[in-house]
């Protein structure tokens, strides 16, 4: 009489706890590594004090604040505001 040994048979049944980490570290390979913009810290001096206090902000909200200052600054000047402007010459 012949013995028929099956696949499934020499294999040890897996864990449901061992497949669900598998199949986590998986995928972990397969996911993109997706890092958040890191905060670039400064000290800003406040308005009307001699404080200063930290501001942490990304690259990409420092730059805007910079073209926001930069325009805001545009503007005054072309709006003759201050000493020495086409509207208030001093």
């Known amino acids: 009489m012949a013995t028929v040994f099956s696949a499934q048979a020499a294999e040890p049944p897996a864990s449901k706890a061992s ?5 986590q570290a998986l995928a972990a ?3 993109p590594i997706v890092s ?15 404080f200063r206090r ?22 005054a000047a072309d709006s003759g505001a201050g000493c020495g402007g086409v509207g208030n010459p001093c």
Do not use: F, N, Y
């Open 54 to 75: 930290k501001v942490c902000a990304t690259a990409e909200a420092w730059e805007a604040r910079r073209r926001k200052d930069a325009d805001q600054m545009q503007r």
């Open 36 to 50: 958040e913009p890191r905060p670039i810290c400064e000290q800003v001096q406040q308005m009307g004090s001699h």
């Open 29 to 31: 390979r397969k996911a």
């Open 19 to 23: 497949e669900a980490r598998r199949l």
